[in-house]
């Protein structure tokens, strides 16, 4: 049985095993719903290894490591999506997969020696250390591992890559629609005990910061079931309730310093994203605007209401910068370009382009980088056409679920998946996707990612297109332009002014904020002078916005 909250003691032997809930069914039964879905008994005996090897047993093959995503709450090893057989039999490579714990069994935080967080981080630490440790036993290399994942999975393989605990333990990491420089990647240690505190409470244990020692004991005779029920609450698009938080541990520094600091395992990285990261999300999140019917449409005026919905956390001036930054100015009442604004909006944000700054940084550092950028629609793909290129729809052509001829897939996306498991293979076994074992190269050639050219291939039927980016001017906008207009906008506290200062005429003066310090915006001289003309760009002379 898995103990509650705390770091791993031991490790498990091979098997399969499920340490996750279902994701909440928003959408019933429906394909492009369940296929997330855990798929294997629940149970809190929970920490197990998959290893699959080809026959005959090979000698010094290379590794890899998948870790599974879900947002930290949800997700499982053993999905059918991530069926390891295909891509081990068609590129001889060893398969491993580990499960860890999620939610508040793997990420609750009080800050104490019984609560340190980050439980489910040790349960893939414990994992990597097992395969460096015996993957020679199935005739593997320990010296050629990679880890590979996508969404919190990605997170997971990037945190690895920060961490001094586990960056030796492995060779080189493919990450998938993930980079820990994402929002919803960390949270600060005061929210993630807020979190647990509210948790203890709706559970009805004692719930505050006092109590400790209560709280922990009340929420470790609970239920594993009613804990994880209760775990959602008012909670942002891809805010997730018990995320890794900075340890001093696993994580020594936010991932932003440590890769400022280049505080990082030097080492080729192969990551990208998908063109419509955001939908997915959203249909979950604005569920009825976002129907799942092909006739979805956006208003401006549901559009402006959404952007506020999506956003919650900046000031009205930022708010106002996100409207204009991905609003078509040639036609902005258009609906599906409304609609659409609102998917780039949230992929850009929460994806796109943390993946772009961690290739970036890496590739600073004169690091190999590899990006892509994975643009096909599967032909039978359940979910409405509008929705496009979701998050995760890269997931099967990379476990070759395509030649799986019950599956249906057309003969140009069962190439498309050759395409895509060579290109990984040869990442794991070379360190290049276009460089195979035997020396040879792939028909495509994929060019490395520099600093200065940011160059990307496009990954799709038919396609070998390479270029900039991708999305580098909302990269721009999401990592340069607002923090600097946020900064400038947010009201700071003045400093006291002495107590008796007085004029010529000895007349008390007010401070120079007005009672009380109180930001007010009628008062345009009180902001900085970038920051005045920053708004004023967004503000008709009537003061609306336009």
């Known amino acids: 049985m898995c103990i509650f909250f705390t770091p791993p003691f031991e490790m498990a032997v091979v098997a399969l095993g499920l340490n996750s809930r279902p ?50 709450y949800s997700g499982t090893a053993t999905l059918d999506v991530y069926d390891h057989k295909t891509l081990v039999s068609e590129e001889n490579v060893i398969l ?16 104490t020696s019984d609560v340190p967080g980050n439980a489910g981080l040790f349960d893939q630490l414990m994992a990597l250390q097992w395969v ?13 591992v990679t880890l590979f994942g996508e969404s919190a999975g990605a997170v997971s393989v990037s945190i690895h890559l920060l961490s001094p605990l586990s960056r030796n333990l492995f060779s080189q990491a493919i990450m998938q629609s993930g980079s820990p420089t994402a929002p919803w990647a960390t949270i600060d240690r005061e929210e993630s005990i807020l979190r647990g505190l509210r948790l203890a409470e709706a559970v009805g244990c004692p719930h505050t910061k006092a109590e400790m020692p209560a709280v ?24 997730f309730p018990f995320v890794p938080i900075i340890d001093g541990a696993i994580l020594d520094e936010t991932p932003q310093r440590s890769l400022a600091a280049k505080n990082f395992k030097k080492t080729n990285i192969m990551m990208g994203s998908n063109t419509e990261e955001g939908y997915y999300f959203i249909i979950y999140y604005l569920t009825e605007l976002f129907r799942k019917e092909e006739d979805v449409y956006v208003s401006r005026e549901e559009y402006l209401k959404a952007v506020r919905e999506l956003n919650p956390y900046v000031n009205n001036v930022a708010r106002q910068a996100i409207v204009f930054e991905y609003t078509d100015w040639a036609n902005p009442d258009d609906p599906i370009g409304n609609r659409d604004a609102l998917d780039k909006m949230v992929g850009d944000y929460h994806f ?27 032909a039978g793909n359940p979910w409405p056409s509008w929705t496009g290129v979701m998050h995760g729809d890269e997931i099967n052509y990379v476990f070759g679920e395509p030649l799986d001829p019950r599956k249906g897939y057309t003969p140009h996306e069962v190439e498309l998946s050759r395409r895509m498991m060579r290109y990984w293979a040869n990442f794991a076994k070379t360190g290049n ?3 195979s074992e035997d020396g040879t190269w792939t028909a495509t050639y994929w060019p490395v990612h520099t600093a200065y050219g940011r160059e990307y291939l496009t990954l799709a039927i038919n396609s070998s297109e390479t270029g900039r980016g991708p999305r580098l001017k909302q990269y721009a906008f999401w990592k340069k332009y607002l923090p600097q207009l946020i900064a400038m906008t947010t009201p700071q506290p003045a400093p006291e002014p002495p107590a008796c200062v007085t004029n010529s005429t000895g007349a008390a003066l007010q401070p120079a904020w007005g009672l009380g310090h109180r930001w007010r ?26």
């Open 23 to 72: 994701a909440r069914q928003v959408f019933g039964d429906f394909p492009g719903s369940v296929i997330w879905n855990p798929n294997t008994q629940l149970s809190e005996d929970c920490l197990y290894i998959n290893v699959v090897a080809p026959k005959p047993r090979p000698r010094n093959a290379a590794a890899m490591v998948w870790i599974f995503g879900g947002g930290f």
């Open 96 to 111: 491993v997969s580990m499960q860890y714990r999620v939610a508040s069994l793997g990420f609750l935080f009080f800050d």
């Open 132 to 144: 460096h440790d015996n993957i020679h036993y199935f005739g593997g290399n320990p010296h050629n």
């Open 216 to 239: 922990i004991d009340c929420l470790r005779r609970k239920n594993a079931t009613e804990l994880v029920n209760n775990e959602w609450g008012t909670l942002g698009i891809c805010e």
């Open 352 to 378: 796109t382009c943390n993946v772009n700054e961690l290739a970036h940084r890496y590739a600073e550092t004169g690091n190999n980088v590899y990006m892509y950028y994975f643009k096909h629609r599967s």
């Open 433 to 435: 996707p276009s460089k």
């Open 521 to 546: 915006w009628g008062a345009a001289a009180q902001l900085p002078l970038a920051a005045a003309v920053a708004l004023a760009s967004l503000l008709r002379l009537d003061g609306t916005f336009v």
